[in-house]
């Protein structure tokens, strides 16, 4: 049985894009692989705490970890069991400030863990443990950055999700991206004629 992690970053809810098109992706997935389990991630509903000082200490500590240091960890080891359980990831990203939300960040920090989701060598070798995992990734933005455009270098989304998922082992990435979202907003076109094309898109995707 295929399971896919279903994860929402954008601060926005029934308006959001992001959110919208992922809800496609996740039903046409499931139309896709009957019996498949769908992990529900909210990173707004249920926001994700930062690592503090107990959490850094339980990590890079020879020592057993204290109990402290195990409730410290205990969120982490959650999320990153999902991240185990699931093979195929999905993640809603909104564009803030040409990057990811605040609370993608945080949820990355208490995924990116030694022993758990990576491995390090001497020499600079990392191996990721994320295997075998395919990620498609549903990103909004307001403006447009595909290679023609000026703003294509300001664009830190898709390298920075690219290089951390492929240090924790994921190969198999798949960008997606609604431009011009803002359009939107400030009314140049209604939503559900914005949003229809890009669903019967991330719909293809998920049926992939
Ligand atoms: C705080 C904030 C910062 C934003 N920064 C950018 C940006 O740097 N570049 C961009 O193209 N759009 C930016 N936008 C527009 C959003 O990316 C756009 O509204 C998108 O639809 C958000 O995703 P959502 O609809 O899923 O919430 C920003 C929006 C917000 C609320």
């Known amino acids: 049985m295929l399971t896919l992690l279903h994860l929402d970053s954008s601060s926005r ?14 039903d046409a997935w499931k139309t896709a692989h009957p019996g498949g389990e769908v992990i529900t991630r909210d990173l ?8 503090d000082e107990t959490w850094v200490a339980g990590v890079f500590s ?3 970890a204290t109990a402290e240091q195990r409730q410290a960890l ?8 999902e991240l185990k359980v699931a093979d195929h990831y999905v993640f809603g990203v909104p564009m803030y400030n040409f990057g990811i939300p605040a609370v993608l ?4 920090d208490q995924i990116t863990r030694l022993g758990k ?3 390090l060598a001497p020499g600079n070798i990392s191996v990721g443990l994320l295997r075998g995992k395919k990620m498609t990734v549903i990103l909004a933005c307001g403006g447009t950055y595909g290679p023609e455009s000026v703003l294509a270098p ?4 898709e390298p920075y999700l690219r290089t951390i998922f492929g240090f924790l082992g994921v190969k198999d990435m798949t960008f997606f991206t609604a431009d011009h979202a803002s359009d939107v907003a400030f009314g140049k076109i209604d939503a559900e004629s914005y949003l229809q094309p890009l669903r019967e ?4 995707l998920a049926q992939g």
């Open 105 to 108: 960040k945080a949820y990355i």
């Open 62 to 64: 020879l020592l057993p």
């Open 201 to 204: 898109q991330v719909c293809a």
């Open 74 to 81: 205990a969120v982490s080891d959650e999320l990153i069991a």
């Open 154 to 157: 300001c664009n830190f989304v």
């Open 13 to 26: 809810g029934a308006r959001s894009i992001s959110r919208d098109l992922t809800r496609a992706f996740v």
């Open 117 to 119: 989701t990576v491995l």
């Open 44 to 51: 707004l509903a249920t926001p994700v705490p930062f690592v």
